[in-house]
T-cell receptor
Framework: DVKVTQSSRYLVKRTGEKVFLECVQD?????MFWYRQDPGLGLRLIYF???????EKGDIPEGYSVSREKKERFSLILESASTNQTSMYLC???????????????FGPGTRLTVL | KNEVEQSPQNLTAQEGEFITINCSYS?????LHWLQQHPGGGIVSLFM???GKKKHGRLIATINIQEKHSSLHITASHPRDSAVYIC?????????FGTGTSLTVIP
C-alpha cells in the first residue's frame, strides 16, 4: 500500500511562530503536493515539487515556503504563522503528471492547524 | 471562477435511498476523479474516469466528456457512506477541485 504520512494530525501554534509541516511518502514518487482545505473553498494548491530541490508555486503560495531535500520528504514551512493560516493542510504524492491510471494521486491524512 | 462545480453542497438522505452527486467542469481534462473524505480528514480515491462508466460495489460513476459532466451515484445508501465527496479534474499538470458535497445518511 502507498503510504503518505504527515507528522501531526492536530497542531496549535501562536501567531508569529515558525511552523514546519512534514510529509513523507514511501513509493518513490517524483511529485509531491501541499494543499490547504477551507470550508466553501475546497482544496487549493500551495506548492508542489517535481523532483528533489525543485519546487513550483501553486495558487496560494504567499506566506509559505517548502523544502524537498530528499525524494520521500516534502516540508511546508510557515515562516511567521498568522491566524488566517488556520486550516486543514493535506499532502499528496503521485508518480507522473500525466492523467492516466498509472499516476493515481495519494493523499495524506491531513494536519489540522490552528493559529491563535 | 470555479473550474469545477459540484451540486448539491449538502445532502441528507435516509438509509437505503439512491443518491446522486453532480459535477460539471469547464476545462479540458485528461481524467476526472471522485474522492471521499471522512471526518478526520484523510482523502481516498474512489474512481478515476476518462470516459464512460465505472462501478465499484454500490458506487457508480459516469462521465459525459462532450457535456463536461460527471455523476456519482450511491445505491442503497448506508450511514457509513456519510462523508464529503469531492470531484476533481486533472488538467494540464494540476488538479482542479470542486468544493465537495457533504453527505449524511440517517439510519
Amino acid at each position: 500500500d502507498v503510504k503518505v504520512t504527515q507528522s501531526s494530525r492536530y497542531l496549535v501554534k501562536r501567531t508569529g511562530e515558525k511552523v514546519f509541516l512534514e510529509c513523507v511518502q514511501d513509493m518513490d514518487h517524483e511529485n509531491m503536493f501541499w494543499y490547504r482545505q477551507d470550508p466553501g473553498l475546497g482544496l487549493r494548491l500551495i506548492y508542489f515539487s517535481y523532483d528533489v530541490k525543485m519546487k513550483e508555486k501553486g495558487d496560494i503560495p504567499e506566506g509559505y515556503s517548502v523544502s524537498r531535500e530528499k525524494k520521500e520528504r516534502f516540508s511546508l514551512i510557515l515562516e511567521s504563522a498568522s491566524t488566517n493560516q488556520t486550516s486543514m493542510y493535506l499532502c499528496a504524492s503521485r508518480q507522473g503528471l500525466a492523467g492516466g491510471p498509472q499516476n493515481e494521486q495519494f493523499f495524506g491524512p491531513g494536519t489540522r492547524l490552528t493559529v491563535l | 471562477k470555479n473550474e469545477v462545480e459540484q451540486s448539491p453542497q449538502n445532502l441528507t438522505a435516509q438509509e437505503g435511498e439512491f443518491i446522486t452527486i453532480n459535477c460539471s467542469y469547464s476545462v479540458g481534462i485528461s481524467a476526472l476523479h471522485w474522492l471521499q473524505q471522512h471526518p478526520g480528514g484523510g482523502i481516498v480515491s474512489l474512481f478515476m474516469l476518462s470516459s464512460g462508466k465505472k462501478k465499484h460495489g454500490r458506487l457508480i460513476a459516469t462521465i459525459n466528456i462532450q457535456e463536461k459532466h460527471s455523476s456519482l451515484h450511491i445505491t442503497a445508501s448506508h450511514p457509513r457512506d456519510s462523508a464529503v465527496y469531492i470531484c476533481a479534474v486533472w488538467s494540464g499538470n494540476q488538479f482542479y477541485f470542486g468544493t465537495g458535497t457533504s453527505l449524511t445518511v440517517i439510519p
